[in-house]
């Protein structure tokens, strides 16, 4: 009788998750929203009656909410459930549709297409500055 060859134990390697995947992300979802309408984690919490320590979990991908969580934090937050199950990639469509939606933005972008990449840079550069209000002395 044979003896059977012994098995080698096979390594299986998933690639971590990025932050930028295409896949849905509650997490980070739930943290963009809570941010952009300047509420601390405590207040979110607050506002659902849950503990603070929750809402961080769930920002953290340590907690995944239920269907009924996922509602309260909608109502929370004052978005539709969709906002927080939106993928990656539909979630960038409609951010580049606000910009857009903004008539000096819409004019420059394709103008910027044109630029070579040391002008582009240097643009982005100066738009930069002005947007966190440095002021460049003369």
Do not use: W
């Given at each position: 009788?044979?003896?059977?060859?012994?098995?080698?134990?096979?390594?299986?390697?998933?690639?971590?998750?990025?932050?930028?995947?295409?896949?849905?992300?509650?997490?980070?979802?739930?943290?963009?929203?809570?941010?952009?309408?300047?509420?601390?984690?405590?207040?979110?919490?607050?506002?659902?009656?849950?503990?603070?320590?929750?809402?961080?979990?769930?920002?953290?991908?340590?907690?995944?909410?239920?269907?009924?969580?996922?509602?309260?934090?909608?109502?929370?937050?004052?978005?539709?459930?969709?906002?927080?199950l939106?993928?990656?990639?539909?979630?960038?469509?409609?951010?580049?549709?606000?910009?857009?939606?903004?008539?000096?933005?819409?004019?420059?972008?394709?103008?910027?297409?044109?630029?070579?990449?040391?002008?582009?840079?240097?643009?982005l550069?100066?738009?930069?500055?002005?947007?966190?209000?440095?002021?460049?002395?003369?």
């Amino acid at each position: 009788m044979e003896e059977p060859e012994p098995l080698s134990p096979q390594l299986v390697v998933t690639p971590p998750q990025s932050e930028e995947s295409e896949g849905i992300n509650v997490a980070r979802a739930v943290r963009e929203i809570r941010r952009g309408r300047r509420l601390s984690q405590r207040q979110l919490a607050g506002r659902m009656q849950v503990p603070r320590t929750y809402i961080s979990k769930i920002e953290n991908g340590k907690a995944v909410p239920t269907l009924s969580s996922l509602e309260r934090l909608a109502r929370a937050l004052e978005v539709n459930i969709c906002e927080l199950l939106r993928d990656g990639h539909s979630r960038r469509e409609h951010e580049t549709a606000a910009v857009l939606a903004d008539p000096f933005l819409a004019e420059i972008v394709p103008l910027v297409a044109q630029l070579d990449p040391f002008q582009r840079s240097m643009f982005l550069n100066q738009v930069r500055e002005m947007a966190m209000g440095r002021r460049r002395l003369a």
